[in-house]
């Protein structure tokens, strides 16, 4: 690839309305006039396709193009903010002269000259959804229905979907900054119900990242995601309901991980942070988890879904320690928090789209490997549960309160794993409950790449990943 | 068909005559391209919010979108494609990709516009558009103001998440090929606080908002303000329960939830999936016999109200729920067809659901239950549609004698929805009106509840 990223936003985002670099630089220019900290320019092209099955059949496919640019303009703890959905200079004057009306006060600032900045090349820079032909796509949907009816005669609906994305960005700031990236997304999913004597029972599965489709071909990754939602269904018809009460808490590697996102990762978002909203604000350099735990972002790993070569105000990726044997180590910033919190950047800024404003998020959001054998992990508890999937999670960062609800959970009886029960929800206290991790095995793993993490009403994709690890005591939410 | 409604909205970045004629060019294009028929939807909305926190601006956020949507159908196959750009060329080139995945999705029995017998004849006005001149400073001081008022309710309110004002109308415009056109402007304004109090090591926040598509239904902003304070000063020193078997009221801004899985057990959806546990349910008990729901699509300036549901089809009101017994579903066409039943006008769901009051004030239902739990807040996701298994994190207050003795948080609550609906005892007259979902406070039978 000798054409970079940002020749190709340029080309794709500015030479149609007869715009080039000096065009930005003016357009900022104008903003800081106005006595602003910061300004930037969020420019977005995005081309979205999506096709469903259902009942045996494709049913159901749609495609989304869309692009538009967002102005934004800081002032001290202030922003302005406005966007146009079409790239034309006068429309982008428009949402600048918008975008200005917070500044007040504030101190005079010049636009910086571009500085190019080196940066990744974790994933494609192509267009997914014309790596696979419509006729593939619909194949690859119909051989996942195939093979998950063929597991069980007792699957009795097959819900299966297939999107990808492909997004262009290019980000100017007065700050300097000139960048751009090209992000490729897709995504399967596939839900069965399950039904026996009367009972249903629903499994779910599915994968993806940055790459193009043929990912789900190969080690017949889209026919493994049907084989495992129908064994977590058939799981599920055998479950019974689930213990209520504090006990010992197991949870698996991968997907668990949601524990870490809610748990802490909300907790240490700059925003909250810096308004001191969060339970952890203040708490840096504090023992805030056992001393087993290291709690890592990183959103530059290869090809995962939560990566990103530059967060969407053009700081590259990398990978931020938040919690190092259990002490807290930094928060997750964006450029506003960093520079009100006087605080090193992390590449965390990440906005849904040019309509919406950049806030603190996560990536990719792990735990490192502990030393134990997760069956160890498992021997070691005489009565408690063993969860290895969960539908989703909320926190509630002021309390520090969060919730995860399990989608696949065992009964752990003297050591072993015996019945599967009914979904239940755990809650408990982030810091309280990462200092009760007494075991943390050898078996790190990340998920499969299906993660959406909603704030302020803004979703972006994410990542999560953890080893199989042990809570001393967690309330699940049974009715047992 | 039907007329685009009379009230001519002002102030929008295009005419409602203009979307109408994109609708027109959209439909002419797609049977053009051999679609046997095609509908669409064009809409643009407007507006602006702030922010305010510890009495200064955090954020003005100004927002102008705009999209089209059109899906077509070859025969019984369907395809469909959407954009934010109302260029001629984009335009042509979205219907193009919507009948190019047409060709590709296989033939579907079920498929295609609404029944023509069902579209909307007449567009009665709802008064949905109700424009509100508030500039961006004065929106700025009804926010510091809100925000202040919480603030003076009590010492321990240290900190802010910050108020908010926003204030958004648009227009949007459907058609379709058997001739249906249709469309309206309705507009939206919020209100809303969310406080942060402390004492010792515990931080509590909580919030209060109000709703109205009329500016001047909107709550008085300091009461806002300080009923945010209240809700965040009574969270302090929470406790934690032991796990137990005890009543539950559903406060009525909660009890709304338990109505939102109701309202999914019992759409289309979820019913020719076989992916609910209120298959079959028409005509059979769900509730007590002293339990009836309805659904008011024409409540002037109703925040659920439309004339005609996503595929134009007429609204209707109707009753949903009746001595407890359940009269219908919620579905559109296609569902519809799935379930050899007729559309109800949902598409795009519901309008307007009111749950009757039994008649009691909170304080009479606290009073009922005696002795068992207030839930004023509950989290996470753990509710399954098709097993009706609900086990969700919550918060709320111990109640002994008919009295709230004090905060409790960190419990959850398990239990069956279909054993939850049965067991509702009692529907307070304590209305939240903020919302589709219009209910007072529920006193449940007994719930599971753990703790430490």
């Known amino acids: 690839m000798n054409h970079s990223s940002l020749d190709i936003a340029e080309d794709l985002l500015l030479v149609p309305a007869g715009m080039g670099d000096s065009d930005l630089q003016s357009v900022l220019g104008q903003l800081m006039s106005h006595q602003i900290d910061y300004a930037d320019l969020y420019f977005q092209s995005s081309q979205h396709e999506s096709w469903m099955l259902e009942n045996g059949i494709v049913k159901e496919g749609s495609f989304n193009i869309e692009q538009g640019v967002g102005v934004r303009a800081v002032s001290g703890e202030k922003t302005g903010f406005a966007y146009s959905d079409e790239i034309i200079l006068p429309a982008l004057t428009q949402a600048a002269s918008t975008a200005r009306v917070i500044a007040r006060s504030g101190q005079q600032g010049g636009v910086k000259a571009w500085s190019n900045s080196s940066s990744h090349h974790l994933y494609l820079a192509s267009n997914p959804i014309q790596t696979f032909s419509a006729d593939d796509k619909v194949a690859l949907l119909q051989a996942v229905d195939a093979e998950a009816r063929r597991q069980d005669s007792r699957v009795s609906q097959v819900m299966a979907s297939l999107a990808g994305v492909y997004e262009v960005i290019l980000i100017a700031a007065t700050d300097g900054t000139l960048a751009a990236d090209i992000r490729p997304l897709v995504r399967m999913s596939v839900t069965v119900i399950a039904e026996q004597d009367g009972r249903r029972e629903q499994g779910s599965s599915g994968g993806g990242g940055r790459y193009s489709f043929d990912y789900f071909q190969q080690q017949e990754r889209s026919l493994d995601y049907a084989r495992e939602a129908v064994r977590q269904a058939l799981v599920n018809l055998e479950a019974v309901d689930a213990p209520a009460g504090a006990m010992p808490v197991v949870l698996g590697p991968g997907w668990p991980g949601v524990l870490l996102h809610e748990a802490v990762g909300h907790g240490l978002e700059g925003d909250f942070n810096r308004k001191g909203s969060s339970v952890f604000s203040g708490r840096l350099g504090q023992q805030v988890a056992s001393p087993l735990c290291t709690v890592v972002d990183e959103g530059s790993i290869a090809d995962r879904r939560g990566s990103l070569n530059i967060d969407d105000e053009g700081t590259p990726t990398g990978q931020t320690v938040l919690i190092e044997k259990g002490i807290l180590k930094t928060y997750l910033q964006d450029k506003l928090n960093a520079r009100l919190m006087n605080m090193p950047l992390t590449g965390n800024g990440r906005r849904e789209s040019y309509a919406h404003l950049p806030m603190p998020r996560m990536t990719n959001t792990y735990m490192q490997s502990g030393e134990h054998d997760p069956e160890e992990i498992i021997a070691s508890v005489d009565k408690g549960i063993y969860a290895v999937n969960f539908g989703g999670g909320q926190v509630d960062i002021t309390s520090g309160k969060f919730v995860f609800s399990t989608s696949e959970a065992y009964l752990i009886e003297k050591g072993k794993i015996t019945r599967p029960v009914r979904g239940a929800t755990l809650i408990g206290n982030g810091p309280e409950v990462m200092q009760k991790i007494s075991l943390v095995g050898n078996d790190m793993a990340l998920d499969t790449g299906v993660g959406v993490c909603g704030k302020e009403g803004q979703s972006v994709p994410v990542g999560v990943g953890q080893p199989s690890l042990l809570i001393d005591e967690l309330t699940v939410g049974g009715t047992g | ?452």
Not at chain 2, 165 to 183: A, M
Not at chain 2, 314 to 336: C, F, H, M, W
Not at chain 2, 372 to 383: D, H, R
Request: net charge negative.
């Open chain 2, 1 to 452: 068909m039907a007329e685009i409604s009379k009230k001519e909205a002002s102030g929008f970045d295009y005419d409602i005559g203009y979307l109408q004629n994109i609708v027109h060019d959209i439909l002419k294009q797609a049977t053009g391209l051999g679609a046997s028929s095609a509908e669409a939807a064009v809409s643009s909305l407007g507006g602006y919010s702030v922010t305010v926190r510890k009495g200064e601006v955090e954020t003005i956020e100004y927002n102008r979108d705009k999209g089209l949507g059109v899906t077509v159908y070859f025969g019984q196959r369907k395809g469909s494609a959407s954009t934010t750009d109302f260029k001629p060329s984009a335009i042509k080139t979205t219907v193009q990709a919507a009948c190019d995945i047409a060709r590709y999705t296989s033939s579907d029995e079920f498929s295609g516009l609404a029944d023509a017998s069902c579209l909307a004849t007449e567009i009665p006005e709802l008064e949905l558009y109700q424009p509100w001149s508030v500039t961006p400073e004065q929106a700025v001081e009804l926010a510091v103001q809100c925000e202040q008022a919480g603030f003076a309710v009590d010492k321990r309110l240290t900190n802010s998440e910050g108020a908010y004002v926003s204030t958004h109308s648009g227009q949007r415009v459907y058609g379709n090929s058997l001739g249906f056109t249709g469309g309206y402007a309705s507009s939206r304004h919020s209100l809303g606080c969310t406080l942060i109090a402390s004492a010792n090591d515990e931080m509590q926040r909580d919030h209060w908002y109000s709703m109205s598509r009329h500016p001047g239904r909107l709550e008085d902003v300091q009461s806002i303000g300080r009923k945010a304070a209240e809700r965040t000063v009574q969270r302090l020193n929470a406790r934690k329960l032991s796990t137990c078997k005890v009543p539950v009221i559903f406060s009525a801004d909660v009890a709304k939830g338990l109505m939102g899985h109701l309202v999914r057990a019992v759409s289309g959806g979820t019913l020719y999936r076989e992916a609910s546990f209120l298959l079959d349910s028409i005509g059979k008990p769900i509730f007590a016999d002293f339990i009836s729901m309805d659904e008011r699509p024409h409540i002037l300036q109703g925040l659920g109200s439309a004339p005609f549901d996503s595929e134009g089809v007429s609204t209707k009101p109707r009753n949903l729920v009746e001595g407890g017994v359940l009269q219908g579903y919620i579905l559109d066409s296609y569902a519809a067809r799935h379930l050899g039943m007729q559309t109800t006008g949902n598409a795009g769901g519901v309008h307007n659901l009111h749950v009757n009051s039994t008649g009691q004030s909170l304080n009479d239902l606290l009073k009922q239950m005696d002795r068992g739990l207030l839930i004023t807040e509950v989290m996470g996701q753990g509710v399954n549609i098709v097993t009706g298994d609900y086990s969700r994190g919550a918060n709320g207050f111990w109640v002994e004698q008919g009295e709230i003795q004090y905060p409790v948080e960190e419990i959850t609550l398990a239990g069956k929805l279909e054993e939850m609906f049965r067991g509702v005892q009692a529907i307070g007259n304590d209305v939240d009106q903020r919302g589709n979902l219009v209910t007072g406070s529920w006193l449940m039978d007994v719930m599971t509840v753990a703790g430490s």
